[in-house]
């Protein structure tokens, strides 16, 4: 099964916070001596400037005319006829429509490997492909880099016509200044998320300029390979590219199919179709001419679907939505290091973050909040406790504590009450918006922020409400119990005095 690959998954991030591992210096800086100046697009930077204004190639995000231009080369260059076709649409901008009646399990696309970019594609410029491959540089880097020297060349490169029909700013987090992260997404914690991509992608920048760009001018000059580029390439990639499980996990970017929305309602997936040999995907329902047809990005959060493609699915219609609950030890713990040393033994910190869904909670969340309460009396469960924590562990996760449970509970309804609150906060300051984030150019930027951030805001507080509401109910419950219970044992008491 494939997914638009989510970048933790695929997203290798080293210490340093960068893609790249120690690279092999097996070329020299003379390598390129006596090869000239490619011939790149220009642009140039300034502190005002935005993304749209600086990179020369890619469209507008609802162009239509680039599209057709795409299907057209496509087919020229060995793309089967098609049963859908590039529209505008209500849902994305634009997307793929059906042309035919389309069957329930049938199998579209068809689009063959040498259309496909991987890094195994040729570049038009092969020393700059040399350089990157012979240090060893991973997927990601590699294919970012890949696609900034395709698109500098223009009508030179055999990937113009796809380039051309990307979008020039790709809707995500990682084109929202520091600035309107704090300001709309100040109650979600997406907002970390985002702020350690954005981290990622200048420290991997940085680190590529400095090991391999700065050395190495004529191929990769620093006009067109700089931040603002890396970013719009790494843009692309979170929001386009693939993992091919029957191409053993290639990652790769599949021009034309990329055309097509995700729905929540779908559960079907790019593949590599080995009879046919083209990258397909089969539908899970019919679809009538002029329809809309969707895929499916994954199994995402509505938080994770806005981080890496720039949308929020309409509240309550994702039912992979979720909320990153956090949940910190307190400092005043007489047994705070002893816990937080257990807790780094197992790669979690003293302040950690757990998603919560409609459905309930996971068990290292509970064996987190155990781990919390617990008094210095249970010393000797603290390590089985932190351990359960920890998704990288097979320990024992279903631990009851019954002499803490009640502490337990409430210490999670408190951290999500406490975040309840943030949300309040937020959308009462925002007042009330509806507005058709389906058509972000009728919107200038402040209001298609923030009316995306009021989506997810309300979309993750309807999910800690519920958990509220199942927390209150169960230590209300275990709270009437005890009661009775005492009543039972004082009437007895009484009656035997």
Same mark, same amino acid.
């Given at each position: 099964?494939?997914?638009?690959?989510?970048?933790?998954?695929?997203?290798?991030?080293?210490?340093?916070?960068?893609?790249?591992?120690?690279?092999?210096?097996?070329?020299?800086?003379?390598?390129?001596?006596?090869?000239?100046?490619?011939?790149?697009?220009?642009?140039?930077?300034?502190?005002?400037?935005?993304?749209?204004?600086?990179?020369?190639?890619?469209?507008?995000?609802?162009?239509?005319?680039?599209?057709?231009?795409?299907?057209?080369?496509?087919?020229?260059?060995?793309?089967?006829?098609?049963?859908?076709?590039?529209?505008?649409?209500?849902?994305?901008?634009?997307?793929?429509?059906?042309?035919?009646?389309?069957?329930?399990?049938?199998?579209?696309?068809?689009?063959?490997?040498?259309?496909?970019?991987?890094?195994?594609?040729?570049?038009?410029?092969?020393?700059?492909?040399?350089?990157?491959?012979?240090?060893?540089?991973?997927?990601?880097?590699?294919?970012?880099?890949?696609?900034?020297?395709?698109?500098?060349?223009?009508?030179?490169?055999?990937?113009?016509?796809?380039?051309?029909?990307?979008?020039?700013?790709?809707?995500?987090?990682?084109?929202?200044?520091?600035?309107?992260?704090?300001?709309?997404?100040?109650?979600?914690?997406?907002?970390?998320?985002?702020?350690?991509?954005?981290?990622?992608?200048?420290?991997?920048?940085?680190?590529?300029?400095?090991?391999?760009?700065?050395?190495?001018?004529?191929?990769?000059?620093?006009?067109?390979?700089?931040?603002?580029?890396?970013?719009?390439?790494?843009?692309?990639?979170?929001?386009?590219?693939?993992?091919?499980?029957?191409?053993?996990?290639?990652?790769?970017?599949?021009?034309?199919?990329?055309?097509?929305?995700?729905?929540?309602?779908?559960?079907?997936?790019?593949?590599?179709?080995?009879?046919?040999?083209?990258?397909?995907?089969?539908?899970?329902?019919?679809?009538?001419?002029?329809?809309?047809?969707?895929?499916?990005?994954?199994?995402?959060?509505?938080?994770?679907?806005?981080?890496?493609?720039?949308?929020?699915?309409?509240?309550?219609?994702?039912?992979?939505?979720?909320?990153?609950? /956090?949940? =910190? &030890?307190?400092?005043?713990?007489? $047994?705070? %290091?002893?816990?937080?040393?257990? #807790?780094?033994?197992?790669? +979690?910190?003293?302040?950690?973050?757990?998603?919560?869904?409609?459905?309930?909670?996971?068990?290292?969340?509970?064996?987190?909040?155990?781990?919390?309460?617990?008094?210095?009396?249970?010393?000797?469960?603290?390590?089985?406790?932190?351990?359960?924590?920890?998704?990288?562990?097979?320990?024992?996760?279903?631990?009851?504590?019954?002499?803490?449970?009640?502490?337990?509970?409430?210490?999670?309804?408190?951290?999500?009450?406490?975040?309840?609150?943030?949300?309040?906060?937020?959308?009462?300051? /925002?007042? =009330? &918006?509806?507005?058709?984030?389906? $058509?972000? %150019?009728?919107?200038?930027?402040? #209001?298609?922020?923030?009316? +995306?951030?009021?989506?997810?805001?309300?979309?993750?507080?309807?999910?800690?409400?519920?958990?509220?509401?199942?927390?209150?109910?169960?230590?209300?419950?275990?709270?009437?119990?005890?009661?009775?219970?005492?009543?039972?044992?004082?009437?007895?008491?009484?009656?035997?005095?």
């Amino acid at each position: 099964m494939t997914t638009m690959v989510e970048a933790l998954g695929m997203f290798m991030f080293t210490n340093t916070t960068t893609l790249i591992p120690a690279f092999n210096q097996t070329i020299h800086k003379t390598t390129h001596l006596g090869l000239s100046r490619r011939n790149h697009a220009h642009f140039t930077l300034s502190a005002t400037s935005s993304l749209i204004e600086t990179i020369p190639w890619g469209c507008e995000n609802d162009s239509i005319e680039n599209s057709s231009s795409l299907q057209k080369w496509l087919s020229q260059s060995g793309l089967p006829s098609q049963k859908m076709s590039i529209d505008k649409v209500d849902v994305g901008e634009r997307g793929l429509v059906a042309l035919n009646n389309i069957r329930k399990g049938e199998k579209l696309l068809f689009v063959p490997p040498q259309l496909v970019i991987t890094p195994d594609s040729e570049w038009s410029c092969p020393e700059a492909g040399e350089v990157l491959k012979k240090n060893s540089v991973p997927d990601w880097p590699l294919l970012a880099t890949y696609l900034i020297s395709e698109a500098s060349l223009m009508k030179s490169s055999r990937w113009f016509s796809y380039i051309s029909a990307l979008p020039r700013q790709p809707y995500s987090l990682l084109y929202w200044s520091q600035a309107e992260l704090d300001r709309y997404l100040e109650a979600s914690q997406i907002r970390e998320r985002a702020i350690e991509r954005t981290n990622n992608v200048i420290g991997t920048y940085n680190d590529m300029r400095v090991r391999i760009f700065s050395k190495y001018p004529d191929f990769f000059p620093e006009e067109v390979f700089n931040i603002e580029s890396f970013k719009w390439s790494f843009g692309i990639l979170f929001s386009r590219m693939v993992r091919l499980p029957s191409m053993d996990g290639k990652n790769a970017l599949v021009p034309w199919a990329d055309m097509m929305n995700h729905s929540c309602e779908v559960e079907t997936f790019l593949d590599y179709d080995k009879s046919s040999k083209g990258i397909v995907f089969p539908t899970d329902r019919p679809y009538q001419p002029g329809e809309q047809v969707f895929i499916s990005y994954g199994k995402k959060s509505n938080g994770e679907l806005l981080l890496s493609y720039g949308f929020v699915p309409k509240e309550g219609t994702n039912p992979s939505d979720s909320v990153e609950l /956090s949940l =910190s &030890l307190k400092k005043s713990d007489e $047994s705070y %290091k002893e816990k937080l040393e257990l #807790l780094k033994k197992y790669g +979690l910190s003293g302040s950690q973050c757990f998603p919560i869904r409609v459905t309930g909670w996971p068990l290292e969340l509970m064996a987190y909040a155990y781990l919390a309460v617990s008094p210095s009396s249970m010393r000797g469960k603290f390590e089985e406790m932190a351990a359960a924590a920890s998704n990288k562990t097979t320990s024992k996760k279903d631990l009851r504590y019954p002499e803490i449970e009640e502490q337990a509970l409430q210490f999670i309804l408190d951290s999500c009450e406490s975040s309840i609150s943030k949300y309040n906060k937020f959308l009462q300051v /925002s007042g =009330s &918006l509806d507005l058709d984030v389906t $058509s972000p %150019k009728q919107l200038n930027r402040r #209001l298609f922020l923030k009316q +995306l951030a009021v989506d997810l805001c309300n979309s993750e507080r309807r999910i800690l409400f519920r958990a509220q509401y199942i927390l209150r109910r169960r230590l209300r419950d275990m709270r009437t119990g005890e009661l009775k219970g005492l009543k039972i044992f004082n009437g007895f008491w009484n009656f035997f005095q």
